[in-house]
Structures are given as C-alpha cells and as structure tokens.
C-alpha cells in the first residue's frame, strides 16, 4: 500500500515559474527522498532529508519537512522544459533487520515553453 | 562509476511462464532491493537483500523469489506469470541497510505478460 500522496496529482506550468509539489505521509520516518522519473523510466535521485533536518537545498530544488503534520515539500525554481516528469516522494524507515522505501503516487509535472 | 545496471530491459512472456530478471548495483553498494511499478502508480516495495539473505518482504506471493549474489548482484523470479504482474521492475541498490543512505535505481526493467 502507498505511504502517502502526493499534491498535486498534475501540475502545469510555464517555463521560468516555480513548481511546488506536496507529500503527505502516515507514519513515523528516518528519512523522506525525492525522486524523478521521466516517461516511466527508471527512477532518478534527487535529494535526501533526514528527520531530524527541516531543510535542504540542492541547486534550483528546495526540499522542506515538517515531522509533525508529517508532510514534506518540493520546491523547483526557474523551471526548464527538461523538468517535465513524474515526481515522487518516497519514505525511508527503519525495520529492525532491513529499510525499505514506501512511495507515493507521484505528482506528474508540465512545463511548457 | 557505473550506476545501477538491470537486464534485460524489455521482456514479453505468456501467463504461466516464469521469468528471472537480473541487477547489478552501484559500486560500493551491497544492499539490493527490488520494487514493482505499474502504470501510472508508485513503485511498490517487493524484497530487499542484504549479506545474501532476504531481509524484508512486501506484501507479494511466493511466486515472487529472488537471490544475492556473492558480489552483491541479484536476481528476482517470478514463476507462474499472470497478466497483473506486467509492470516495471525497479531495482535499487544502497550502501548498508540504513534507511539513512540514499536508495539509487537502476533503468527496470518492462515485463509484459500476455
């Protein structure tokens, strides 16, 4: 079963605006990734938030946590054509002997020219 | 530094049939776990493997199997297909089983069952 949602389901925009993309998730987490994935191909990394941090930056993506409404944001600045993709969230957590990651339904972004 | 490599990249077999599918991880990773991904949602978490052994396991059937190799390599099988298990398959690879460390996916594999 899915962890979270992602918000929104789709999202379009024009190139140059920001895109922000919101997670939502049930349970307690040791981390919370994001990942990229262009036309159900495999999954790109993009940034890791450990719970005890609340923000984190990697060239034009902002990533923001909040443990108590557990829910995280991606923030993507000055946006590019070469953005259009489907955007996860994933939680990480700890189960004794493994982690595993529990994904979202991903946010599905446009940008146009 | 070669990524997270999987083959075959496309695979296309009848209900019944069984199928293995094979992954190498990232350098210096020796966690391997497995994900299936269908159209249009989430990936779902199958097994991981750790010192070649099963470590955790999703909500998946028996027919879901798998295997970790001395050099961390690793296969997944699924015996007795059915046409549900077309998907995306995603393997991912990490450096201990912390869920600290980032999960890095290799390209899946595209399984169609007829």
């Known amino acids: 079963s899915q962890q979270g949602e992602e918000d929104p389901q789709a999202l379009s925009i024009q190139e140059g605006e920001n895109a922000t993309m919101n997670c939502s998730y049930k349970t307690s987490i040791n981390n919370l990734q994001w990942y990229r994935q262009n036309s159900g191909r495999g999954l790109v990394h993009l940034i890791l938030i450990r719970s005890n941090e609340r923000e984190k930056h990697s060239g034009r993506l902002r990533v923001t946590l909040d443990t108590s409404k557990k829910s995280s944001s991606l923030l993507i600045t000055a946006s590019r054509a070469a953005d259009t993709a489907s955007y996860f969230c994933?939680?990480?957590?700890?189960?004794?002997?493994?982690?595993?990651?529990?994904f979202g339904t991903g946010t599905r972004l446009q940008v146009t020219l | 530094d070669a990524g997270v490599t999987q083959s075959p990249t496309h695979l296309i077999k009848t209900r019944g049939q069984q199928v293995t599918l094979r992954c190498s991880p990232k350098s210096g990773h020796d966690t391997v776990s497995w994900y299936q991904q269908a159209l249009g949602q989430g990936p779902q978490f199958i097994f991981q493997y750790y010192e070649e052994e099963e470590r955790q396991r999703g909500n998946f059937p028996d027919r879901f199997s798998g295997h970790q190799f001395p050099n961390y390599s690793s296969e997944l099988n699924v015996n007795a297909l059915l046409l549900g298990d077309s998907a995306l398959y995603l393997c991912a690879s990490s450096r201990g089983q912390t869920a600290y460390n980032e999960q890095f996916f290799g390209p899946g594999t595209r399984l169609t069952v007829l």
């Open positions: 994933a939680t990480g957590r700890n189960t004794g002997t493994a982690s595993k990651l529990t």
